[in-house]
């Protein structure tokens, strides 16, 4: 087995110190640990922690299932494309695809994981399941870091400022390291968004629930 390039274990580095997972002598903080504790990408393990700040440990574990199933919770037939993409538009969530999917599967929890609710919504079944398996999984691990479960349903505030607190982290932190490149900016033009990363156009973002808002920008980050 080939060792991982270089520069991809110097980006994993970075991020982690990003996220204050290490210490300046490259040993694990306590939060580092705690973050260990789950097995997702960096910044959602600690996007989980911060949940227990605003109280919302169930909507955030919601989202971060849908996000391990991400690229495959929809589907569209070539002859219903149409009715496929009004029945995706029907969960936008202004200005967030993250509570986009926290509405998805919301409303798949309240009908049982239908498959006929699936079917009519032109959702994968077999994903929507994946994704209560992967929210059991992550639920059964927050003993382990001591977070009492809680759900905060009807605040969508509190679970926004769980996003944008990791978000911004990360965001300051980057830029206190001069690592600017691993931002990224995204611009309205019309009805779709451009995704920059160092001053360049590499993908069309139309199908993001961001179609629908209308702020001069937005920044996010890759990993």
């Known amino acids: 087995m080939d060792p991982p390039p270089h520069e991809t274990l110097v980006l994993a ?65 070539k002859d219903k494309i149409v009715h496929a993409d009004t029945a995706r538009q029907n969960f936008f969530v202004p200005g967030s695809d993250h509570l986009m999917l926290l509405n998805v599967y919301n409303q798949c929890v309240e009908t ?20 209560r398996d992967v929210h059991e999984q992550l639920e059964s691990l927050l003993e382990r870091v001591e977070i009492e479960p809680s759900s905060n349903a009807h605040d969508s505030i509190a679970i926004r400022k769980v996003l944008s607190a990791v978000l911004n982290s990360f965001i300051c932190s980057n830029i206190k390291r001069g690592l600017q490149q691993q931002s990224l900016l995204l611009l309205r033009r019309g009805v779709t968004w451009l995704k920059y990363v160092c001053d360049q156009h590499v993908i069309n973002y139309k199908n993001s629930c961001w179609v629908r808002c209308k702020p001069s920008c937005s920044i996010t980050v890759t990993t």
């Open 13 to 77: 580095l970075e991020q982690l110190y990003a996220l204050a997972a290490p210490n300046n002598l490259g040993e694990l903080t306590k939060l580092g640990r705690k973050m260990a504790e789950f097995p997702v990408d960096p910044m959602v393990a600690k996007m989980i922690l911060a949940s227990e700040k605003y109280r919302c440990s169930d909507e955030i574990l919601s989202i971060t299932a849908m996000l391990s199933v991400n690229s495959s919770i929809f589907y569209g037939p």
């Open 112 to 131: 049982g994981y239908s498959t006929r609710w699936c079917y009519e919504n032109f959702i994968q079944h077999r994903s929507m399941k994946r994704a």
